[in-house]
C-alpha cells in the first residue's frame, strides 16, 4: 500500500532510522489512544481546520459515527488520519472490552439459550 509505505518512510526519518534529504516528513493525525470524539484531537489532526475544512462537517460526521460503530473507522481514518485494523466495526471497542471479565463455567450448565 503506497500510503503505508510513504508513512512509514516518513515516520522512519522523523524517528532517525532513516535519513534522506529528498524527503520532507511532516504527519498529522491523532496518536491511536486519543479521544477521537475531542474537538482539540481534530485541531491537531487537521491544521487547516476551521479554514479549509468545516469544523460543522467534522461536527456532524463525529455525531453520526458515535452512534454508529460501523462509521467510526471511517471518521479516524479520513478524518483523524488514523491507520485502523477493520474497516467495519459493528461494535465500539469499549463495548467489547468491557465483556473481559471472567466467566464460571459451571454457572451456565442447564441454562437454556434464548435468541
Same mark, same amino acid.
Given at each position: 500500500?503506497?500510503?503505508?509505505?510513504?508513512?512509514?518512510?516518513?515516520?522512519?526519518?522523523?524517528?532517525?532510522?532513516?535519513?534522506?534529504?529528498?524527503?520532507?516528513?511532516?504527519?498529522?493525525?491523532?496518536?491511536?489512544?486519543?479521544?477521537?470524539?475531542?474537538?482539540?484531537?481534530?485541531?491537531?489532526?487537521?491544521?487547516?481546520?476551521?479554514?479549509?475544512?468545516?469544523?460543522?462537517?467534522?461536527?456532524?460526521?463525529? &455525531?453520526?459515527?458515535? +452512534?454508529?460503530? =460501523?462509521?467510526?473507522?471511517?471518521?479516524?481514518? *479520513?478524518?483523524?488520519?488514523? !491507520? @485502523?485494523?477493520?474497516?467495519?466495526?459493528?461494535?465500539? &471497542?469499549?463495548?467489547? +472490552?468491557?465483556? =473481559?471479565?471472567?466467566?464460571?463455567?459451571?454457572? *451456565?450448565?442447564?441454562?437454556? !439459550? @434464548?435468541?
Amino acid at each position: 500500500m503506497v500510503c503505508f509505505e510513504q508513512h512509514q518512510k516518513a515516520e522512519d526519518i522523523l524517528c532517525g532510522r532513516k535519513a534522506d534529504p529528498t524527503f520532507y516528513p511532516v504527519i498529522y493525525g491523532a496518536v491511536d489512544d486519543a479521544d477521537w470524539t475531542s474537538e482539540e484531537v481534530w485541531y491537531q489532526a487537521n491544521p487547516s481546520l476551521g479554514h479549509t475544512i468545516d469544523i460543522g462537517k467534522v461536527r456532524n460526521a463525529c &455525531m453520526s459515527a458515535r +452512534d454508529n460503530p =460501523a462509521e467510526e473507522n471511517i471518521f479516524r481514518q *479520513l478524518r483523524l488520519n488514523q !491507520w @485502523v485494523k477493520q474497516s467495519t466495526r459493528w461494535m465500539q &471497542m469499549e463495548k467489547w +472490552d468491557a465483556c =473481559a471479565f471472567p466467566v464460571d463455567e459451571g454457572e *451456565l450448565l442447564g441454562r437454556l !439459550w @434464548v435468541y
